[in-house]
């Protein structure tokens, strides 16, 4: 008898896509930190932060009843005007009073700066998506920018603290893959 793992055609997957953005996607460093040394205008515009529902698959990543509230944070990562990357931040409401109460102080800062200097932070495995212009995420991402991109690669994880979880997803723009290509053909 053979057993078959059943697989949601949408779902999250932890085997990363080949293509140019393939080592943007699977470094498991900040991406802040790797943007800033590779686009000299870097800039973060904090789009959003609020009190909301986050999407079913965060609440169930979250450990959140249905209905229950999260911070969400939302922000572009950008090269002077152009934005590269869409980042959505969920945390449980619950958890701004404990283990992750600084992220309701960040304000414009990144939140690598917060994830990546904290040796009690842990790193869950990336999970990696095409998400497609129907995705809750894409809807957002129109809501925030006016653009409608078709589809976009994206990659999430879970960052543990004192065992609460935090959820960061990040959707890579078109931009994103034009301009690493442009930088990858200067530097031959």
Not at 48 to 60: F, V, Y
Not at 105 to 110: I, N, Y
Request: net charge positive; glycine share 6%.
């Amino acid at each position: 008898m053979r057993t078959i793992k059943l697989v949601q055609p949408d779902a999250w997957r932890q085997i990363p896509p080949g293509g140019t953005l393939r080592s943007w996607l699977t470094d498991r460093g900040s991406l802040t930190a790797r943007i800033v040394k590779h686009f000299a205008a870097f800039n973060l515009q904090r789009l959003s932060q609020r009190l909301a529902r986050p999407n079913h698959d965060e609440c169930r990543t979250l450990g959140l009843r249905h209905g229950e509230l999260a911070m969400i944070r939302e922000v572009l990562l950008k090269d002077g005007g152009v934005p590269l990357v869409f980042a959505h931040t969920a945390v449980s409401r619950r958890d701004l009073r404990g283990a992750w109460r600084g992220l309701s102080r960040l304000g414009a800062r990144p939140l690598a700066e917060m994830l990546f200097r904290d040796p009690t932070v842990t790193r869950m495995p990336i999970e990696y998506k095409k998400l497609r212009h129907t995705d809750d995420l894409m809807a957002v991402l129109r809501a925030h920018t006016g653009s409608h991109p078709g589809s976009c690669w994206a990659r999430r994880s879970v960052f543990l603290k004192a065992g609460r979880p935090l959820l960061v997803t990040e959707i890579f723009l078109s931009a994103m893959f034009v301009r690493s290509t442009q930088k990858m053909k200067h530097q031959q």
